[in-house]
């Protein structure tokens, strides 16, 4: 019996969805950027955090900035609302005319809850700009909706409806030459297979378990 709801509970558990929060901490500051406090990807880079990749595409380029950055931001902008880093899209400085794009992506599909937002940048007072995402559904089509920033550099929070769930990635698009995200919360159910085969392991325990106790 103990073994039984043992079993049943590890199986209950593995199906269990995870809430994962990337708020783009994990990087060190780029060594080749004296006085930016900031880590460059590069066009087209990619950061990965908790099994999840945010790559910029299009040419854009990708780079989490600190929040104390006000030298290279030169602006004294409204900090991130964890008062900590967050990642930047920009415009590729060759082909400006392409507006900054990025894709959200994860080794499983996953459900995008809510996301914070901000258009900053260098050149001059920025108004509310709108900016798109687009879910690309496992097993076919797709999800999206339009978002405008608050502007004036403030953060803002955007929440997705019910339906942006079982995603394979989330496409951001941008309008301004900026797009600043922070703290993406998503949640991922393990592979399906996975766990029909953990289960299959753990009714063969059992099995083994009664066929001892006889």
Same mark, same amino acid.
């Given at each position: 019996?103990?073994?039984?709801?043992?079993?049943?509970?590890?199986?209950?558990?593995?199906?269990?969805?995870?809430?994962?929060?990337?708020?783009?901490?994990?990087?060190?500051?780029?060594?080749?950027?004296?006085?930016?406090?900031?880590?460059?990807?590069?066009?087209? =880079? *990619?950061?990965?955090?908790?099994?999840?990749? +945010?790559? #910029?595409?299009?040419?854009? @380029?990708?780079? &989490?900035?600190?929040?104390?950055?006000?030298?290279?931001?030169?602006?004294?902008?409204?900090?991130?609302?964890?008062?900590?880093?967050?990642?930047?899209?920009?415009?590729?400085?060759?082909?400006?005319?392409?507006?900054?794009?990025?894709?959200?992506? =994860? *080794?499983?599909?996953?459900?995008?809850?809510? +996301?914070? #937002?901000?258009?900053?940048? @260098?050149?001059? &007072?920025?108004?509310?700009?709108?900016?798109?995402?687009?879910?690309?559904?496992?097993?076919?089509?797709?999800?999206?909706?339009?978002?405008?920033?608050?502007?004036?550099?403030?953060?803002?929070?955007?929440?997705?409806?019910?339906?942006?769930?079982?995603?394979?990635?989330?496409?951001?698009?941008?309008?301004?030459?900026?797009?600043?995200?922070?703290?993406?919360?998503?949640?991922?159910?393990?592979?399906?297979?996975?766990?029909?085969?953990?289960?299959?392991?753990?009714?063969?325990?059992?099995?083994?378990?009664?066929?001892?106790?006889?």
């Amino acid at each position: 019996m103990k073994v039984f709801l043992l079993a049943t509970g590890l199986l209950f558990s593995v199906g269990v969805t995870h809430a994962i929060t990337i708020n783009f901490n994990d990087t060190a500051p780029t060594p080749n950027r004296p006085g930016f406090r900031i880590t460059d990807f590069g066009p087209n =880079g *990619s950061y990965t955090e908790q099994g999840f990749t +945010f790559q #910029a595409t299009n040419g854009a @380029r990708l780079a &989490t900035w600190d929040k104390d950055d006000t030298v290279s931001l030169r602006e004294q902008i409204a900090p991130p609302v964890d008062g900590t880093d967050f990642a930047a899209i920009t415009a590729s400085q060759t082909i400006e005319d392409i507006p900054p794009s990025a894709t959200l992506s =994860g *080794s499983s599909p996953f459900s995008l809850h809510s +996301f914070n #937002a901000a258009s900053l940048t @260098r050149f001059g &007072t920025v108004e509310g700009e709108p900016f798109t995402l687009t879910g690309n559904l496992n097993g076919g089509g797709t999800v999206t909706e339009t978002f405008t920033t608050l502007g004036n550099y403030q953060w803002d929070l955007f929440t997705l409806p019910s339906e942006w769930q079982n995603l394979d990635s989330v496409d951001f698009l941008a309008t301004n030459f900026f797009l600043n995200l922070d703290n993406i919360s998503v949640s991922q159910v393990p592979v399906p297979a996975a766990v029909w085969l953990f289960g299959s392991g753990l009714i063969g325990l059992i099995g083994m378990t009664k066929k001892h106790q006889k």
